[in-house]
């Protein structure tokens, strides 16, 4: 026995993180990165302190009412904390904590990919170019959308939101948003506030999803709302697929309703609805908002601060229930 806090670590971590988390604790690691069902996650939890896991493992209430005594705090390599029930951790007296900032720039990032790509049709393109199948260019060939002055309308302007906001702004776009309330205008940075989502739809040559999944939030993008965006629209979740019924967003764009669509998060990951994959005009990546070496070092020291503040009786900075 070391006398560390033993922390049950549910996905491979950076090097720099394992490394760290040998130094100050006692992990129990999973080099083989092979998801857990909620069995052998109760299981491995045994007689340990805390949980780091991804947003990958479900945290419903049965499974929080199943772990051991011995769990202290979980404390989520994610910013995302809608995989947790945080009411059943809270009965428990469970720690939750999650890893905000550290990812925003590069979730912006994945956003205005999943903008161009949408817009310029990038993935038909390397889709024709890989498969051998370019053989001509005209006037008319992969003709897309041009962003660059447009109107985007951001939902949710938080962390993410607000620097997609700024970076949106680099292509000369009219940047709206909707969020539960208006943010510090010394932030707005010339973002036109909308208390009603419905009222700002219609502007939006181009929809930002940015706002977590929670209760209210589920289905926020659905058929009735889709009417409402201008025809040609281009529609982009980096999010979480949550916000969006496939069905509605599907229809949209088979019937030219919606130009495009840039997906980088799902309902059901990974196991997603396949006829998003039959459209030519979705751009699908894989759930890499925060994929980057410099963000997930940062979000697994983030973790692991918010751990050393729990196991020092400190109140963790990122703690959300
Ligand atoms: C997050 O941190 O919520 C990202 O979606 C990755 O889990």
Redesign the pocket.
């Given at each position: 026995m070391s006398g560390k806090s033993v922390v049950l670590v549910t996905r491979k971590l950076p090097n720099a993180v394992e490394d760290r988390l040998h130094r100050d604790y006692e992990p129990r690691l999973n080099p083989d990165d092979r998801l857990y069902s909620s069995d052998e996650l109760i299981a491995l939890s045994e007689g340990a302190d805390a949980i780091m896991p991804?947003?990958t493992e479900k945290f419903s209430a049965e499974v929080v009412a199943r772990l051991p005594d011995s769990i202290k705090a979980i404390a989520?390599?994610?910013?995302?904390v809608d995989h947790v029930d945080l009411q059943a951790a809270a009965k428990r007296g469970i720690i939750v904590t999650?890893?905000p900032d550290v990812?925003s720039d590069a979730?912006a990032e994945i956003a205005i990919l999943c903008m161009l790509g949408a817009a310029r049709r990038a993935g038909e393109g390397e889709r024709l170019v890989r498969g051998a199948g370019w053989k001509d260019w005209s006037p008319a060939f992969m003709v897309g959308i041009q962003v660059t002055g447009k109107r985007v309308g951001i939902v949710g302007m938080g962390r993410v939101g607000q620097i997609v906001a700024r970076r949106m702004r680099g292509f000369d776009m009219e940047v709206h948003y909707h969020n539960r309330r208006r943010i510090d205008p010394t932030l707005e940075q010339g973002a036109i506030f909308h208390e009603s989502l419905e009222e700002m739809l219609p502007l939006c040559e181009v929809l930002s999803l940015n706002c977590p999944a929670t209760p209210e939030t589920t289905g926020l993008l659905n058929a009735a709302r889709i009417a409402l965006l201008p025809d040609g629209a281009i529609v982009i979740n980096t999010a979480?697929g949550a916000l969006v019924d496939d069905d509605a967003l599907i229809a949209a764009l088979k019937s030219g309703k919606l130009h495009s669509a840039g997906l980088d998060?799902y309902n059901n990951e990974p196991a997603i609805d396949p006829r998003y994959r039959e459209l030519d005009n979705t751009f699908l990546l894989p759930?890499v908002?925060?994929a980057t070496r410099e963000t997930r070092d940062a979000?697994g020291y983030r973790a692991l601060d918010n751990l050393d503040a729990i196991f020092a009786g400190r109140e963790p900075g990122d703690r959300v229930a």
């Open positions: 991804c947003h989520n390599f994610s910013v995302g999650n890893t990812l979730t979480r998060v759930h908002g925060s979000m």
